[in-house]
């Protein structure tokens, strides 16, 4: 049987989905494709998005993008954790830092050890080279500290999303890559089996694929909109569904780490750019009213608002089919989860990764798009449980949101992982999980999820040896962190914007 390959692929919406999956393809298939981004200078984009995960650097290296020009080109600062202020209880404050924690020794991971060293162990982020260079506002890029075990500083950024979208744009237009202004106003199927034949733009004209790729936002115009693929609401578990975001003056110190800052209905975005500090405020509109939210929002910023709050109403979730027939969704038209973690940038990449290696011909066989679908399934919901996990562990319950929050349902997935970890102080990574052990590990110990034991190897190690064994991590951390530049130093040594970036 012939294999008829596919030809034309049409990307319908720009922004970080739409030129993000463009320049990927472009990258990995050459001249094996034509590529055709239809977007809309009209339509705006969400782009509320400023903080990223280090997974990013792997897309950035894959397409040969220079790190440093890319951060003066977004305005963009280094991100070394996520700070998580008042999410416990009023006052309590915590880290989820980037790279490992402490260091495995023998058949055991680090938890054990730290916590048979009890009161004498120091706080689990004394472990922590990410946490320690945060809390310090320091930064370097190094691989190892010195000659030791304990790997180096795992990084991500901040960036002004839509500059970067542009970064990506002009990439992929340098390969290959076409771009149409327009609006899609109709999505043509074909008679004998649905698949997506054309999308008709305003202007008249009539374009055609193989292969369509829905970048469109909350929209979804090809995946919902025309192949009606239904989508799963998680608002049982993740009750926030309305955003305002404002941009504001930046402020010294430029920390090195974004914060989240909990609210009487939701929680506040703070993320040090260069040239402005990205601010917004995700809540429940159940409990709460725009107006409110919005006073909440302005008066809590560090500087001068640089403009109006925009709107965004969203629901959290994902698409029940992610990939059906021959059009598959990236981005905000695959499902929206918000953005405590910083991960909406990372779904992207990842939905454009699995598209890679799962790519067809214009056979579309069903077992490519089911296995796509069961994968991009898997992950949205290993990452909607560690977003549930910082909501459901709370003891607040000064406010109705807050005591609808700690009531709130497990997914069952969540519960097996909470009832581990509290049981024997273990933590199993699923599969591919985003989010390996030592994020779980943090963010349990920080929303106050202590286990009851620890492993009863532990138990065989000298008390002198482990005390031993825990100073020499905190030194070496100590010392590392104490070469390093300050963050803003070091921005201005290795990528900093022009000043009217």
Known sequence: MAVLPVKRVVIVGGGTAGWMTAAVLSCAMGERLEIRVVESESIGIVGVGEATIPQIRHVNRFLGIDEDAMLRATGGTFKLAIQFNDWLRIGHSYLHAFGDVGLPLGLLPFQHYWLRGGTGAADLWSYSLNAAAAGEGRMARIEQVGRSPISGIKYAFHLDAALYGQVLRAYAEKHRVRRTEGTVVDVG????????????????????????????????????????????DWRDWLPCDRALAVPSEPVAPMRPYTQANARPAGWQWRI??????????????????????????????????????????????????????????????????????????????????????????????????????????????????????????????????????????????????????????????????????????????????????????????????????????????????????????????????????
């Open 189 to 232: 199927l074909r008679g004998e089996d649905g698949y997506i034949e054309a999308v008709r733009l305003e202007s008249g004209e009539r374009i055609e694929g193989d292969l369509f790729i829905d970048c469109s936002g909350f929209r979804a115009l090809l995946i919902e909109g025309a192949l009606r693929c239904g989508f799963d």
């Open 272 to 501: 040090p750019l260069q040239h402005r500090t990205g601010n917004g405020h995700v809540y429940s509109s159940e409990f709460m009213s725009e107006d409110e939210a919005t006073a909440i929002l302005l008066r809590s910023l560090d500087g001068r608002a640089l403009g109006d709050p925009r709107r965004i109403a969203f629901n959290a979730g994902a698409r029940q089919k992610f990939w059906s027939r021959n059009c598959v969704a990236i981005g905000l038209a695959a499902g929206f989860l918000e953005p405590l973690e910083s991960t909406a940038i990372h779904l992207i990449q990842s939905g454009v990764n699995r598209l890679l290696t799962l790519f067809p011909d214009r056979g579309f066989d069903p077992a490519l798009s089911e296995e796509y679908n069961r994968k991009t399934r898997e992950e949205y919901e290993q990452v909607r449980d560690f977003l549930v996990l910082h909501y459901r562990t709370t003891e607040r319950r000064d406010t109705p949101f807050w005591r609808r929050c700690g009531a709130l349902p497990a997914p069952a997935s969540l519960q097996r992982k909470l009832d581990l970890f509290r049981s024997s102080g273990q933590i199993f990574r699923e599969g591919e999980e985003l989010f390996a052990e030592p994020s779980w590990l943090q963010v349990m110990i920080g929303q106050g999820v202590l286990p009851g034991r620890h492993h009863p190897i532990a138990d065989e190690l000298p008390r002198e040896k482990l005390d031993e064994f825990l100073g020499t991590i905190r030194a070496l951390i100590r010392g590392a962190v104490e070469r390093m530049d300050g963050h803003e130093r070091f921005i201005a040594q290795h990528c900093a914007a022009a000043p009217n970036a």
